[in-house]
């Protein structure tokens, strides 16, 4: 997969009958920014919703445990598992839905429908690195007989077992490396099922009211009810990992790590979705002032004011949002009418002054190299070079700039990084920067600092 994110070219239309509402839903896909995440918008409701893809919007109780649903406010959209897989699978970061009822379409009961219509509105690359959450050791969860355990691996792989006394499924496993290709040729085709002796229960549950042999495979006590034969000899286990791969989804970033699973269904995948994202965020608060610790992170003004120098009216970042030691560094400067240099760039008509962007971008990389050694109090960042800057837009009052810079390269005392400043999604300024790290002591007694 591409190490950019990605959204979709242009909108795209469908629609369907949801699997267990039965109501009619008309869906439409469209292009998001950088940074958005995934959305559904319910434009049949007044102020048309928004329900943002994440584990804190999903909701769970044993009615609902046979599909995955997203609510906020009590507003709902249900069974979104197969869009979603569809999403992640492809590779896809940003994505708006509307849809116009409360339950996704469901054509065949797997993903590759949803796959199409992505393909045909075609996949575009964004200019800004793809987020990652990354399994740095184990985490497992287990309830009920099913069992999930989450390992560090440089990828995305997925190892499903199940197990029905039924003796047309019985016990079935298959594992995959996730990529798109993977995904869209061995798994999106595989479809839903059900045992006919579940499908009464269901029913009676107020679930499956658009329920059919076009968009399930039902197995009864001597083979399949459908008259489209099994898409593979394995096709429900390769289901279940489908729909593992969008529940991942609630994530709101991609995952690498490999996945094992024993009998999972939504309700134990979510659950480990959420000890992931909990763990995640646990990581990203690991600073002690003195060292950042190798994985994403998120320092507040007081946490870059231990490790940076600078101060009023010099201090031009005000927020890292991610800190990846000895890789990448993402920050974030609120641009306000209150700074100083607007009184003079220019009277009745204030503009960032571009060399102040490099700086701020250049303060940005400074906390990624600085928070890389144990002592940054007694650290100084010089600048050595700045290569191949180019300004695309003028930054206003009012602006939140994000500064997005990646380790190029790292030698003993100094580095090279490139270094992006977005608008609003929008690329404004770009430059490559050579710096050099001293110890203070030593700039003192050169007299370097003169």
Do not use: W
Not at 141 to 156: H, K, M, Q, R, T
Not at 190 to 207: I, N, P, Q, Y
């Amino acid at each position: 997969m591409s190490s950019k994110q990605m959204t979709i070219a242009r909108e795209a239309s469908f629609a369907g009958i949801g699997l267990h509402s039965g109501k009619p839903v008309a869906m439409t896909f469209k292009p998001a920014g950088i940074d958005s995440g995934i959305r559904f918008i319910r434009t049949d409701l007044n102020g048309k919703p928004e329900i943002r893809v994440s584990v804190a919007n999903a909701v769970q109780s044993k009615e609902i445990s046979r599909r995955t649903v997203l609510g906020k406010d009590n507003i709902h959209v249900s069974t979104v598992e197969h869009v979603l897989a569809a999403v992640v699978g492809l590779g896809i970061d940003n994505l708006t839905i509307e849809l116009d009822g409360p339950e996704i379409a469901e054509p065949d009961g797997s993903s590759s429908p949803f796959v199409e219509i992505l393909k045909q509105a075609g996949l575009a690359e964004q200019d800004a690195p793809k987020r990652y959450i990354e399994v740095k050791s184990p985490v497992s969860v287990s309830s009920d007989g099913s069992e999930l355990v989450a390992l560090p691996y440089d990828g995305l792989r997925v190892s499903f077992t199940i197990d029905f006394a039924h003796p047309l499924i019985g016990t079935q496993y298959a594992s995959f490396e996730i990529t798109a290709d993977v995904f869209e040729k061995h798994l999106a085709p595989a479809r839903t099922f059900s045992l006919v002796a579940d499908v009464e229960m269901l029913k009676k549950h107020g679930l499956i009211k658009g329920g059919s042999l076009k968009n399930s495979i039902v197995v009864g006590d001597n083979g399949i009810l459908n008259e489209e034969p099994l898409r593979f000899p394995d096709e429900f286990v390769r289901h279940k990992i489908l729909d593992l791969i969008g529940d991942l989804a609630l994530l709101g970033a991609q995952l690498k790590g490999h996945i094992i699973a024993l009998k999972s269904g939504h309700a134990s995948n979510i659950q480990l979705v959420k000890r992931l994202h909990e763990n995640f965020q646990v990581a990203r608060k690991a600073f002690s002032g003195r060292h950042v610790r190798d994985v994403p992170s998120m320092l507040s003004i007081e946490e870059i004011q231990e490790i940076m120098p600078h101060r009023y009216p010099f201090l031009l970042v005000d927020r890292i949002v991610e800190l990846e030691k000895g890789k990448r560094v993402v920050g974030i400067k609120n641009v306000t009418i209150n700074e100083p240099f607007f009184a003079g760039h220019f009277p009745g008509h204030p503009i960032m002054p571009a060399v102040l962007i490099i700086e701020a971008m250049a303060q940005v990389g400074g906390v990624l190299l600085l928070s890389m050694v144990e002592n940054p109090k007694a650290k100084l960042v010089y600048f050595m070079a700045i290569d191949k800057a180019k300004f695309r837009k003028p930054v206003f009052p009012g602006d939140q700039i994000r500064f997005e810079l990646e380790m190029k390269k790292l030698m003993l005392s100094s580095c090279k990084m490139k270094g992006y400043a977005y608008v609003d999604g929008k690329l404004v300024a770009e430059a490559e920067l050579l710096s050099v790290l001293m110890d203070r002591d030593e700039v003192r007694r050169k007299g370097l600092n003169r």
